[in-house]
């Protein structure tokens, strides 16, 4: 048992990079794919996922020190540190219950697309970490470790559900047939943003305003195109910051580029993708009786969308704004900021892309966030504790974007009724499942019928 997880940790350490393409190899192999188309849908995966890797450190690098310099200029009176969701991975895969999540999240889900109750086959291993979060969580609140494995074997199967509840409309936005985006921290949002468009068809005068990238760019003309966007949002960013005429020019240019690159790097990663969606609907059309199975993969790949780039993008002083006048909220956003596209990327289709219902729609779901977070901050230091994690200060720190529904309401469970109320939870989540893939199905089938 001990080598099995030690090869497992070992095979995880050698990063996405590596183990992506592998496992993107050995699926296609499964799917009937020839061998040298596998080996280069793996490959280009591969070089895909090195390039979103690189625009992201560039915006990552390039708004850190003004994030950093904003955050120390107006958010000095706040205690809680954000030190940012790019930790969760490193968090989840140094414990046993991370690393033992692995095994039984990929053999749980291969038994569950079979038996027909989900339609998601996820292979983005890396982001099983928010699953293992929340199950940390419940170990956390319990302190039992396997309450905790409980937690996130239900977690992940409200990914899988989530996932499929979500793929339709998200799948024809961006247009990825056969792909369905598994990343928890970005599906969380579909529940608010839903009701939310909702009302927002209800108010007078706002459901008229029409203001997608497209619109934008014939309306405003050069100022509507979304790299000058990014220019603008970097120079205001920087001007906020402090910095001198160089610095301000250097983070603006940086923003832009990053608007230009992302969506050249999604359409490489979506080139090596597309062979394994269409032998995957080969194989379930002859193996599964044309079973509808979509391939679970990283929200990355939706990052690149205008809407979401510049919503994620004019949010970050609109965050910091509100951390400051919030009443209540102790939470510092630092880590987080530049990582808001990736828990926003899956509002914006049920928005219909339009950016001013993103960005009112997004900015009272980061409201949520802060609350959250600053509930969760004493529970969350107390998660880094558990699993010796250094974050490199005494006092508390939470993770801004881990502040979301799933982990308010795994945590509330957890205290108030224990892993009963887990257990209570993942029964309505299979049965959720079952509605949706078994029953639903059938009701439209006899519909179309008859």
């Known amino acids: 048992m001990d080598m099995f997880m030690n090869g497992i940790e070992w095979f995880i350490g050698?990063?996405?990079?590596?183990?992506?393409?592998?496992?993107?190899?050995?699926?296609?192999?499964?799917?009937?794919?020839?061998?040298?188309?596998?080996?280069?849908?793996?490959?280009?995966?591969?070089?895909?996922?090195?390039?979103l890797g690189l625009v992201l450190d560039l915006l990552s690098s390039g708004l850190g020190s003004a994030i950093q310099q904003m955050g120390e200029k107006y958010g000095t009176s706040l205690n809680?540190?954000?030190?940012?969701?790019?930790?969760?991975?490193?968090?989840?895969?140094?414990?046993?219950?991370?690393?033992?999540?692995?095994?039984?999240?990929?053999?749980?889900?291969?038994?569950?697309?079979?038996?027909g109750l989900t339609k998601t086959l996820n292979v983005d291993i890396w982001n099983f970490w928010f699953p293992i979060f929340l199950g940390m969580l419940v170990q956390t609140v319990t302190g039992n470790f396997w309450f905790g494995l409980i937690g996130a074997i239900?977690?992940?199967?409200?990914?899988?559900?989530?996932?499929?509840?979500?793929?339709?409309?998200?799948?024809?936005f961006f247009g990825y047939p056969g792909i369905a985006i598994t990343h928890m921290m970005a599906l969380s949002g579909v529940l608010f943003a839903k009701p939310l468009n909702w009302v927002f068809d209800r108010i007078p005068g706002f459901n008229k305003i029409d203001a997608d990238a497209e619109s934008l760019t014939k309306k405003f003309g050069v100022f509507g195109d979304t790299v000058v966007i990014g220019l603008l949002i970097g120079i205001v960013v920087g001007i906020l910051a402090?910095?001198?005429?160089?610095?301000?020019?250097?983070?603006?240019?940086?923003?832009?580029?990053?608007?230009?690159?992302?969506?050249?790097?999604?359409?490489?990663f979506m080139e090596g993708l597309l062979p394994?969606?269409?032998?995957?609907?080969?194989?379930?059309?002859?193996?599964?009786?044309?079973?509808?199975?979509?391939?679970?993969?990283?929200?990355?790949?939706?990052?690149?969308?205008?809407?979401v780039m510049s919503t994620s993008l004019l949010l970050v002083p609109i965050s910091l704004l509100l951390a400051v006048i919030l009443p209540g909220n102790q939470v510092l956003p630092f880590?987080?900021?530049?990582?808001?596209?990736?828990?926003?990327?899956?509002?914006?289709?049920?928005?219909?892309?339009?950016i001013v219902r993103s960005?009112?729609?997004?900015?009272?779901?980061?409201?949520?966030?802060?609350?959250?977070?600053?509930?969760?901050?004493?529970?969350?230091?107390?998660?880094?504790?558990?699993?010796?994690?250094?974050?490199?200060?005494?006092?508390?720190?939470?993770?801004?974007?881990?502040?979301?529904?799933?982990?308010?309401?795994?945590?509330?469970?957890?205290?108030?009724?224990?892993?009963?109320?887990?257990?209570?939870?993942?029964?309505?989540?299979?049965?959720?499942?079952?509605?949706?893939?078994?029953?639903?199905?059938?009701?439209?089938?006899?519909?179309?019928?008859?």
Not at 21 to 43: D, E, N
Not at 154 to 172: N, R
Not at 398 to 416: D, I, R
């Open 14 to 51: 050698l990063g996405s990079t590596v183990f992506l393409p592998v496992i993107i190899f050995v699926i296609g192999l499964f799917f009937g794919l020839k061998p040298s188309k596998a080996f280069i849908s793996g490959i280009t995966v591969g070089i895909g996922n090195i390039g």
């Open 242 to 268: 402090g910095y001198d005429a160089a610095g301000i020019g250097t983070l603006g240019m940086t923003t832009a580029a990053v608007m230009k690159v992302m969506p050249k790097m999604v359409a490489m």
């Open 335 to 354: 880590g987080d900021l530049a990582f808001f596209t990736f828990a926003i990327c899956l509002m914006i289709p049920f928005f219909k892309g339009n």
């Open 80 to 115: 809680v540190l954000d030190i940012g969701v790019g930790v969760g991975g490193p968090l989840a895969y140094s414990t046993s219950l991370g690393i033992l999540m692995i095994p039984i999240s990929l053999i749980l889900n291969f038994i569950l697309v079979i038996l």
């Open 154 to 172: 239900v977690a992940v199967m409200l990914q899988w559900f989530l996932a499929d509840a979500a793929q339709k409309e998200v799948s024809e």
């Open 359 to 450: 960005l009112v729609g997004c900015s009272l779901y980061l409201v949520m966030t802060f609350y959250m977070s600053t509930w969760l901050a004493p529970i969350v230091t107390d998660v880094f504790k558990l699993a010796n994690f250094d974050v490199g200060t005494s006092g508390m720190v939470t993770m801004l974007l881990s502040g979301l529904w799933p982990a308010g309401l795994f945590v509330l469970l957890a205290e108030k009724i224990g892993v009963i109320g887990i257990i209570g939870f993942g029964a309505i989540v299979l049965a959720g499942m079952v509605y949706n893939n078994k029953i639903k199905k059938n009701k439209i089938v006899t519909t179309e019928a008859a």
């Open 276 to 307: 394994i969606a269409e032998a995957a609907k080969e194989f379930t059309d002859k193996k599964l009786n044309g079973r509808v199975v979509n391939i679970g993969m990283d929200a990355a790949l939706t990052v690149g969308h205008p809407t």
